[in-house]
């Protein structure tokens, strides 16, 4: 059991160390200076974990972080997603309104009448899914 925590640890790890440079180009997911959706080279979300969406984005500054979502950001965030093409029509965020939930995995997603978006918790810490970053990946 040990050994297969540690492996998946490893895995994980080694998977956000070779995870592809993001690309900054009027293709790419980027429609502020300050929130943007990591991508591959073609211009495709990457999908992350949780925390592997936390480390990804910290690696951007002043000082990087996953996005913070609230009444006033949704409806852009919720644009950006949209304009993306992201699975799903969901993507990580880092707090609502100013609360992180104690480190409960949360995310944007697009409502069921495809009117909207709202904030949900991923309880079970399973899914993967695009990131929206905060910071300047330049």
Known sequence: MLAATLFSLAASAAAVAAAPAIRRDASS???????????????VPIL??????????????????????????????????????????????GSWNGDDYQGTPIFLMQTFDGTDYAV????????TMAAICHGDPQ
């Open 120 to 127: 949900y918790a991923d309880v079970t810490n399973s899914s």
């Open 48 to 93: 992350f974990s949780w925390s592997d969406a936390k480390h990804y984005c910290s690696g951007f500054s002043p000082p990087g972080r996953l996005a913070d979502d609230s009444s006033d950001a949704n409806a852009g965030l919720g644009d950006l997603i949209s304009a993306c093409g992201v699975p799903g029509n969901r993507a990580w965020v």
């Open 29 to 43: 997911c980027f429609p502020s200076a300050s929130a943007f959706i990591p991508t591959d080279s073609t211009g």
